[in-house]
């Protein structure tokens, strides 16, 4: 078993150091009393991300109130004290960034709320819309333990895409994520959301590296496409702290190639498949972007899906 935190890591990781806006964005970012997943979750992006001058809020918080073994966010029973003033704050650090195109939003669990915090990131994302109606906005929402009522809260506020991610394959959920997260669960999720609003993107991604065989994740990926998840995303786990998960093993990139092509003749729109790529790490952006351009120049038109035998 490859341990990440102490180990040397393969040649092909290689992050690259900060350049341009990174020192504006993380300025802004604090001048605004923002929180960024980029940060908090220790992304391997982070430098990358912030040179190009983009980032994803997370919204709700900075304490999580599941306590997944793969996850660097902080977490407790409880969450801080929802900030009424944050949809404002992320429009104005929009206007400051000179972000009008296209906007991550994630968010904590907040199981500690009497709607696990759905109206609040709701709040942001038609905070956001009215402030640019063309600004694409995808979110990265929790699992609200499957409660239709909050999923159709966060529907309803016209979010362009919604990810939820399954993170593993099914047989290491229990080992992997908090017991009240599950693979079923996570399904039903992104299963109601193509329900309540057929042409709202959907998008899920899960981690290599935790101990997962390729059946196993061929079959995820056939249970997200026969639910009609749009977009699918591959990363590899790195271990966050010495009190994370090991890292079983680090995957070469030709089997994320490989797993890329297999995706594909499944029929997902789009897969996004390396070591570093990341759910929120602008996976399939200028492909959405052209997606929705298309169905507003021709709004009868859905996104054509190819399906699998």
Same mark, same amino acid.
């Given at each position: 078993?490859?341990?990440?935190?102490?180990?040397?890591?393969?040649?092909?990781?290689?992050?690259?150091?900060?350049?341009?806006?990174?020192?504006?964005?993380?300025?802004?970012?604090?001048?605004?009393?923002? =929180?960024?997943?980029?940060?908090?979750?220790?992304?391997?992006?982070? #430098?990358?991300?912030?040179?190009?001058?983009?980032? =994803?809020?997370?919204?709700?918080?900075? =304490?999580?109130?599941?306590?997944?073994?793969?996850?660097?966010?902080? =977490?407790?029973?409880?969450?801080?004290?929802?900030?009424?003033?944050?949809?404002? @704050?992320?429009?104005?650090?929009?206007?400051?960034?000179?972000?009008?195109?296209?906007?991550?939003?994630?968010?904590?669990?907040?199981?500690?709320?009497?709607?696990?915090?759905?109206?609040?990131?709701?709040?942001?994302?038609?905070?956001?819309?009215? *402030?640019?109606?063309?600004?694409?906005?995808?979110?990265?929402?929790?699992?609200? +333990?499957?409660?239709?009522?909050?999923?159709?809260?966060?529907?309803?506020?016209?979010?362009?895409?919604?990810?939820?991610?399954?993170?593993?394959?099914?047989?290491?959920?229990?080992?992997?994520?908090?017991?009240?997260?599950?693979?079923?669960?996570?399904?039903?999720?992104?299963?109601?959301?193509?329900?309540?609003?057929?042409?709202?993107?959907? +998008? %899920? %991604?899960?981690?290599?590296?935790?101990?997962?065989?390729?059946?196993?994740?061929?079959?995820?990926?056939?249970?997200?496409?026969?639910?009609? /998840?749009?977009?699918?995303?591959?990363?590899? *786990?790195?271990?966050?702290?010495?009190?994370?998960?090991?890292?079983?093993? *680090? /995957?070469?990139?030709?089997?994320?190639?490989? *797993?890329?092509?297999?995706?594909?003749?499944?029929?997902?729109?789009?897969?996004?498949?390396?070591?570093?790529?990341?759910? #929120?790490? @602008?996976?399939?952006?200028?492909?959405?972007?052209?997606?929705?351009?298309?169905?507003?120049?021709?709004?009868?038109?859905?996104?054509?899906? @190819?399906?699998?035998?």
């Amino acid at each position: 078993m490859v341990d990440a935190v102490n180990s040397h890591k393969p040649e092909w990781f290689k992050i690259r150091p900060p350049t341009g806006q990174f020192e504006q964005v993380k300025q802004t970012i604090k001048k605004h009393g923002l =929180t960024t997943i980029c940060a908090e979750g220790h992304c391997p992006n982070l #430098s990358e991300c912030w040179s190009s001058g983009t980032a =994803t809020f997370m919204v709700m918080g900075d =304490t999580c109130t599941r306590g997944c073994r793969f996850c660097n966010v902080k =977490t407790a029973a409880k969450g801080t004290q929802l900030d009424p003033h944050e949809p404002e @704050k992320l429009v104005a650090a929009l206007q400051e960034l000179n972000i009008f195109d296209y906007i991550v939003i994630t968010s904590v669990d907040r199981d500690d709320l009497p709607d696990e915090g759905s109206s609040h990131f709701a709040a942001c994302i038609k905070a956001i819309k009215q *402030y640019n109606p063309n600004i694409i906005v995808e979110v990265l929402i929790p699992d609200f +333990k499957g409660n239709v009522d909050f999923i159709k809260t966060i529907v309803d506020a016209c979010p362009d895409v919604i990810s939820h991610n399954t993170e593993t394959v099914e047989r290491l959920q229990r080992r992997v994520r908090d017991i009240r997260a599950n693979y079923t669960q996570s399904l039903s999720v992104l299963e109601t959301i193509k329900k309540l609003n057929p042409k709202i993107i959907t +998008k %899920s %991604s899960i981690m290599l590296g935790l101990g997962e065989t390729e059946e196993e994740v061929v079959k995820t990926m056939k249970d997200l496409r026969k639910i009609g /998840v749009t977009i699918f995303t591959l990363g590899q *786990y790195l271990r966050p702290s010495q009190r994370h998960l090991k890292v079983v093993e *680090y /995957v070469h990139p030709n089997i994320f190639e490989k *797993y890329k092509v297999i995706g594909e003749k499944l029929g997902f729109a789009f897969v996004a498949a390396g070591p570093f790529v990341r759910s #929120s790490y @602008k996976a399939g952006e200028l492909f959405i972007k052209n997606i929705l351009k298309n169905n507003h120049q021709n709004p009868s038109v859905n996104v054509v899906i @190819k399906q699998h035998a």
